[in-house]
Structures are given as C-alpha cells and as structure tokens.
C-alpha cells in the first residue's frame, strides 16, 4: 500500500451553466514533501467549507485502481491523477476494506478514515458531463475522505501502513457509500 500521487489545488472560478462557479476540484500532482495539517494539505484550500473540508474531510484520498474503470466510461477524458479532485491517489487501499475508524501511517503523518466521498455538482463541472454525479455514485468507487490524526511531512512514493479501527462489525466504506 503506498500514495502514488500528492495533488493540490487552489480555489479558482470557472463558468458552469451560465454562471460563475468558484471550485476546488481542479487539482494537481506536486513533487517533493508536503506537510498534512489539521485542514488540509500545504497548497491545498477547499472552496465551501459548508460542504467540503474540515477536520473530517482534510484529505480526499482516490483509489489508483479505478482509473482503469473510468478510463473505459470516459475515453475522450482526461484522466491523469487528481483527476477526481483527491489529494492522494493510492494504491492498495480500497473501500470494500476500509472502514471508519482505521489508521493509516504515512511519511511521519497519521491520518483515520472517516467517511466515502458523495460529490456535489462540481464533478459534473470538472467533467463537464451532467450525469457524472449519478455515474460516480452508481460506480461504487467513491474513495475515501481522511482527518489528519498526527500532522506531518508525506511524499508521493510513501508506503501506507494500516491499523485497523476497533469496530471490526462497522461497515466498510463501500457499504456506507451505498447506502446513500
């Protein structure tokens, strides 16, 4: 288990149907060591913090093994990591084995599961596509959002190690997800 791809972005306005729309699902892979804060990622900012962000949802992490799936939905897309507006793009940590509450040990940072992503109208607007909202959530890949347990320094390449949550009974994020 290992994060292939640290990805930020800032705030920025986009059109979207005929409106200004202000948007941080634009996000970008950066080199070198990055340092998780409480509330996010250095060089990384949430724009509605009424929906996005917080202590809960700081990191948005994305599993790796799913581009393949919307590679094949989306051929014309580009799909490079960060694509879906995560942070970390990872390998080896799915939804189906993660639940809320597990631990994951990254670079000298701890982070715990907290929840799947259910995306609002902007991944439409990244994908420029009105029916990618349902699409995503039909797909059951709905990657993860993480709190930032311990701050500290990651770095793309990082190994993940896991600890699990004291709930073995609680539901995976993937069952979660589709309980929405």
């Not at 962000?53 to 992490?61: D, I, L, T």
Request: charged share 25%; hydrophobic share 35%.
């Amino acid at each position: 288990m290992r994060i292939l791809s640290i990805c930020v972005g800032q705030p920025r306005v986009v059109e979207w149907q005929g409106r200004s729309v202000e948007t941080s699902i634009f996000k970008s892979p950066v080199t070198g060591t990055v340092t998780a804060r409480r509330l996010n990622l250095d060089g990384d900012r949430q724009s509605d913090l009424t929906v996005h962000g917080g202590a809960a949802k700081a990191v948005y992490a994305y599993p790796s093994e799913h581009y393949p799936y919307w590679r094949g939905e989306l051929p014309d897309a580009d799909l490079a990591f960060g694509a879906f507006g995560e942070n970390f793009t990872t390998e080896g940590l799915l939804e189906s084995e993660l639940r809320v509450g597990d631990r994951l040990h990254v670079g000298s940072a701890e982070f715990a599961v907290t929840q799947p992503r259910m995306p609002c109208y902007k991944l439409a607007l990244r994908f420029g596509r009105l029916d990618m909202v349902r699409r995503f959530h039909k797909s059951g890949r709905s990657g993860f959002y993480l709190a930032v347990v311990r701050e500290g320094d990651v770095t793309a390449g990082d190994e993940v190690t896991l600890v699990r949550g004291d709930d073995d009974e609680a539901e995976t994020i993937a069952e979660m997800a589709a309980s929405y």
